[in-house]
């Protein structure tokens, strides 16, 4: 399995090396394995897991948007109905 240092692995996800020692220490979001030195290391499993959780997310909002736009459509034929 490919591991990540944590700047690899705040580069990939697109966020600083301090967000992912706060969440680290938050316990938020663990490292796979920390050395006896204290060095950070993410999985690719982790990589993986954060970046399609990201577009899941970014995903849904997409959907939650066209659904609004779907009633909002719905109520503008029913009212454009109501006045014939």
Do not use: C, H
């Not at 959780?53 to 970014?58: D, F, G, Q, S, Y």
């Amino acid at each position: 399995m490919k591991y990540y240092s944590i700047g690899e692995f705040a580069d990939k996800i697109g966020k600083t090396i301090q967000t992912l020692r706060n969440w680290d220490k938050n316990n938020t979001f663990k490292p796979a394995y920390v050395t006896t030195g204290g060095t950070r290391y993410y999985s690719q499993e982790q990589l993986n897991n954060f970046l399609g959780l990201k577009i899941k997310t970014k995903i849904n909002k997409k959907l939650l948007v066209i659904a609004e736009l779907v009633q909002l459509s719905k109520k503008m034929t029913l009212k454009g109905k109501l006045k014939m």
